[in-house]
């Protein structure tokens, strides 16, 4: 019988509900799972209305199908479809040895609409996606109220079976960057795909190796801003995250917030922020190059007053840069991985008594203290988990060129960076990009702000609609 069939795929499970039912001298069965499925909703909208149905034909099915009040109703006639819309919270109602229907009748699993917790929004919205596939598109349309915004759906993971929606400008975004997308998706063949993360590798290119080329975020207003550029939105349930493509370097020097402040005060946080990337990067390469093979740049006090310091260290200047570095990071990772509840108290009061018992034992001079802190503390001023541990990894590269080869060494370090980025590609297009190529509208709008009549144009390697703003 399909009722034992349906049984034995599930292996007995305790949380699958099997009901028989005698309605109008038809024998009906009730199957949904226990945990997924809203009991209140069966009992008061379904069951409620089976106990006064009267038959009329031997169509069953669709006079079933019309009698219960339920806007997502489907017939099923295959073991492999009901099976699937029971994972997904439906109940099913067996009317026969072979076919089914399957009513929605989801439970409630999710934690609601929670605020920004990784992403801090100063002057934004504060609502965040969750978990639940159907609110976070709902955050998104809230804010695009556009025909316009059209959703495509799958399913990936053999197992998993893991929803997942492709949002994109129907009339802003190009199609051959959406079908890319597409087809990437539907090649991955994994039992499970439980996170947005899951789909960052299989999106992302082979040739990436430091720097992120896909944005994940938990904010809907700037997905919202993505798709209004003509990008693509990645939303997948059981994620409150969601992946923004392509995205461009300057991407990660920009927030929400830049577009709700005046484009003066969004120059200024921009370019500091560009600062933070090469101080974070370059300062302690560019600190053991100068005390360790390019002495004569310095001023004489200066080198002195570096040498005084280092007089009872018994380690090189790059040992003692791996050293504050590798704790620093350290202090770090325990200070993201440790409850919440107990604060950050315990990585500061770490931090802090290292760092003077370092000092006073001999071991790290005060100077290389400032240099390391100043380095990372950079690093944190970008939002984007990826792009600081990108920076970490060439902070290191350039520390060992700078050991060896001194100022030579920043200087082929700085080459090598700079030609990974123009390599650098993010769904086929120029990482660089608008400075290389160059495109002169959206100069306009990347370390330094214009306002809102100077950045009218869309970027051309996005969109088929360029113009954001039309002239009045």
């Known amino acids: 019988m399909l009722v034992d069939e349906i049984k034995k795929a599930f292996g007995n499970s305790t949380d699958l509900i099997v009901r028989p039912f005698i309605i109008d001298n038809r024998e009906i069965t009730l199957v949904m799972s226990e945990v997924l499925g809203s009991s209140s909703y069966v009992n008061d909208f379904i069951l409620r209305r089976l106990l006064t149905i009267k038959f009329q034909s031997n169509d069953i099915g669709s006079e079933l199908l019309n009698f219960i ?58 609502d965040a996606f969750n978990e639940n596939f159907n609110t976070n598109i709902g955050l998104i349309r809230r804010r695009i ?150 002495q004569d740049i310095l001023p004489l006090s200066l080198f002195l007053n570096f040498m005084e310091q280092r007089d009872t260290v018994p380690f090189s200047a790059l040992i003692e840069a791996l050293f504050m570095s590798i704790s ?74 700078a050991m060896f080869f001194g100022l030579f060494g920043i200087f082929v370090g700085f080459i090598i960076l700079l030609a990974s980025l123009v390599t650098t590609s993010s769904e086929s297009l120029p990482y660089l990009a608008p400075f290389s190529p160059f495109i002169k509208e959206e100069i306009k709008d990347t370390i330094v702000k214009g306002n809102h009549k100077k950045t009218r144009f869309r970027n051309p390697l996005l969109t088929k609609n360029r113009v954001r703003e039309k002239e009045i």
């Open 328 to 401: 620093f990071e350290i202090l770090r990772e325990s200070d993201i991985r440790k409850p919440a509840s107990m604060g950050t108290s315990v990585s500061i009061l770490g931090g802090l008594i290292l760092g003077d018992a370092a000092v006073s034992a001999g071991i790290i001079s005060p100077i290389m203290i400032i240099v390391i802190s100043i380095s990372a503390i950079s690093g944190l001023a970008f939002s984007s988990v990826e792009m600081i541990y990108a920076l970490r990894w060439w902070r290191f590269i350039l520390l060992f060129l």
């Open 69 to 126: 009040p339920t806007n997502n109703g489907k017939i099923l006639n295959k073991l492999s479809d009901m099976t699937d819309y029971i994972c997904m919270g439906f109940a099913l109602i067996l009317f026969s040895d072979t076919e089914a229907i399957a009513i929605e009748a989801r439970a409630t699993v999710d934690r609601g609409i929670p605020i920004v917790n990784n992403e801090a929004s100063i002057t934004g919205s504060k």
């Open 145 to 294: 109220r556009d025909c316009n915004l059209y959703v495509d759906g799958m399913f990936v993971g053999r197992s998993s079976k893991t929803k997942i929606g492709i949002l994109y400008m129907n009339n802003i975004a190009i199609k051959k960057n959406v079908d890319n997308i597409k087809n990437k998706l539907k090649k991955i063949n994994v039992d499970g795909i439980l996170d947005t993360g899951n789909l960052k590798s299989y999106l992302d290119s082979k040739t990436n190796f430091f720097f992120p080329t896909i944005t994940s975020t938990e904010r809907p207003d700037k997905v919202a801003q993505a798709l209004l550029e003509g990008k693509i939105a990645i939303v997948s349930d059981n994620s409150p995250f969601v992946l923004i493509t392509p995205t461009f370097f300057v991407d990660y020097l920009h927030t929400s917030d830049d577009y709700y402040e005046k484009a003066i005060n969004t120059s200024f946080i921009r370019i500091i922020r560009f600062l933070a990337f090469i101080i974070a990067i370059f300062t302690p390469a560019l600190y053991i190059a100068l005390t360790t093979h390019n």
